[in-house]
């Protein structure tokens, strides 16, 4: 509801113009929940982490399934392009933004189909990001202190 409500979608058959803005204001959104939420974990001694979700426009090769989802949903790729983007530019590893992964183009070389729809995933396509994240978060399990 909340992409609906950002990318101006009032009705599901609704395909919204193109707005370079509204994908800057979408990263400035997802930033500043990261900045909240870090507070969060430093007032409350826990370690947060934060993995950009990948979609069907992040994908190289698609199967034939995908490329039709593709096909109904390529009104929002230039949206999806521009976020990206932006997102990349700030956060770059200088700013150390050490808690965020993003695996927006995890699926950049992936041949097998992964997607069910244009965002959601396969048991395959969420095997490989748990893997993922799983490699970004196991330092924490090696840096636990024994009772």
Sequence with gaps: RLAKRILGIEKTESKPEYN?????????????????????????GFKCHFFWQPTLFGK?????????????QQHLEKFFHETGRVLREKTTPTRGDKAFK??????????????????????????????????????????????
């Design 60 to 72: 190289g090769t698609r199967s034939d399934y995908e490329k039709a989802e593709y096909e109904s």
């Design 20 to 44: 370079a803005r509204v994908a800057e204001e979408a990263v400035n959104m997802y930033l500043k929940n990261m900045e909240l939420v870090q507070a969060l974990a430093q007032s409350y």
């Design 102 to 147: 993003n695996l927006g183009d995890i699926f950049l070389h992936e041949a097998e189909p992964v997607y069910i729809d244009w965002m959601h995933l396969s048991e395959k396509g969420n095997a490989i990001i748990a893997h993922a994240m799983a490699e970004e978060i196991s330092h924490l399990f090696r840096t636990i202190p024994e009772k």
